[in-house]
């Protein structure tokens, strides 16, 4: 079975810029989940969706950073407009919903703001 | 203060020796605890999930909770240095493992 897919691994943007982060959960998972990884915060949850549907939008970060579920089986994650501070690794899970399933991972997506 | 933390921040210990690894929950809605692993370049990868009371051993892996005190420690064995990551405590509500808090990590470097 594929894992989480996520692309582009690496993006570099000019301030200012948007940005769009694109994620592939592993088929038939419900849960899907958007972080953000730095050294001095760490693991920060960006948006939690079930089904679909946003369940959690975290909400520091709602005023510039907005992810959506296209599909069940796509989600994209908007930075706009992106400001050095974003710089990061975004990473994307998911997890099947039910049961006590582990979140999986994808490989995360490295952003620099310059 | 973070509701998941983890101690020490780094850790090295020589191969063939044992890796402690500790995290304490500050909420008490927080019934159900994972470890992850992330190594450079990767994604974190679930190692295990301990929800009761106990050890609970996977080969070399053995995760020990304290519900009381909300406390769960990681013990790694025979550690090799492909053990060397970041190490993630994670702690959820329901065992749906929907909506984790993360603590902040543990570096763990194994010493050839």
């Known amino acids: 079975d594929a894992g989480v897919t996520q692309t582009p691994r690496h993006e570099v943007a000019e301030k200012g810029q948007t940005i769009i982060l694109k994620c592939e959960p592993v088929?038939?998972?419900?849960?899907l989940f958007w972080y953000r990884q730095t050294k001095i915060q760490g693991l920060e949850l960006l948006s939690y969706?079930?089904?679909?549907?946003?369940?959690?939008d975290g909400g520091a970060f709602k005023d510039r950073f907005k992810a959506e579920m296209l599909n069940s089986s796509f989600s994209t994650l908007k930075i706009q407009p992106t400001e050095p501070k974003d710089s990061a690794v975004y990473l994307c899970?998911?997890?099947?919903?039910?049961?006590?399933?582990?979140?999986?991972f994808g490989p995360g997506t490295r952003l620099t703001v310059l | 203060q973070q509701k998941v933390q983890q101690s020490p921040e780094s850790l090295s210990v020589p191969e063939g020796g044992m890796a402690s690894l500790n995290c304490t929950s500050s909420?008490?809605?927080?019934?159900y605890f994972w470890w992850y692993r992330q190594h450079s370049g990767e994604g974190p990868k679930a190692l295990m999930s301990i929800f009761s009371d106990g050890d609970k051993k996977e080969g070399r892996f053995t995760a020990h909770l304290n519900k009381a005190s909300l406390h769960v420690s990681l013990h790694i064995r025979d550690s090799q240095p492909s053990d060397s990551a970041l190490y993630f405590c994670a702690a959820s509500d329901n065992n749906a493992g929907a909506k984790l808090t993360f603590g902040g990590g543990t570096r763990l470097t194994v010493r050839p």
């Open positions: 899970a998911s997890n099947p919903g039910t049961g006590a399933y582990e979140q999986y």
């Open positions: 909420d008490r809605n927080f019934q």
């Open positions: 088929s038939g998972h419900n849960d």
């Open positions: 969706f079930r089904s679909k549907s946003l369940m959690e």
